[in-house]
């Protein structure tokens, strides 16, 4: 089984920046692919940022520009820097991990994008 422990969130202005963390632990064999997706209320949850194992990104044309996805292997740990956060960017924050034994989600953290 594998955990993922997210911290970050919170309360910013329009404009600032947050730095989201989602550490892995547990049986971690191989971690294949570690995302970010976020959600709000009534919509469907959508990928916002992706990171291969040897560092390949891809992000949504959302987030181009103003987040930034990366990780430390040796910590099985993910980053998300946002900056320029608007208050679309308002949502539930969660990562996933794509790994040998399965798929797993975090808990998901909040963003809050307001003045």
């Known amino acids: 089984q594998v955990q993922l422990v997210e911290s970050g969130g919170g309360l910013v202005q329009p404009g600032g920046s947050l730095r989201l963390s989602c550490a892995a632990s547990?049986?971690?064999?191989?971690?294949?692919?570690m995302e970010w997706y976020r959600q709000t209320p009534g919509k469907q949850r959508e990928l916002v940022a992706r990171?291969?194992?040897?560092?390949?990104?891809n992000y949504a044309d959302s987030a181009k520009g103003r987040f930034t996805i990366s990780r430390d292997n040796a910590k099985n740990t993910v980053y998300l820097q946002m900056n320029t956060l608007k208050p679309e960017d308002t949502a539930v924050y969660f990562c996933?991990?794509?790994?040998?034994?399965?798929?797993?989600w975090g808990q998901g953290t909040q963003v809050t994008v307001s003045s």
């Open positions: 547990g049986s971690i064999f191989t971690i294949y692919y």
């Open positions: 990171i291969a194992s040897g560092g390949t990104t």
């Open positions: 996933r991990v794509l790994t040998s034994t399965g798929n797993y």
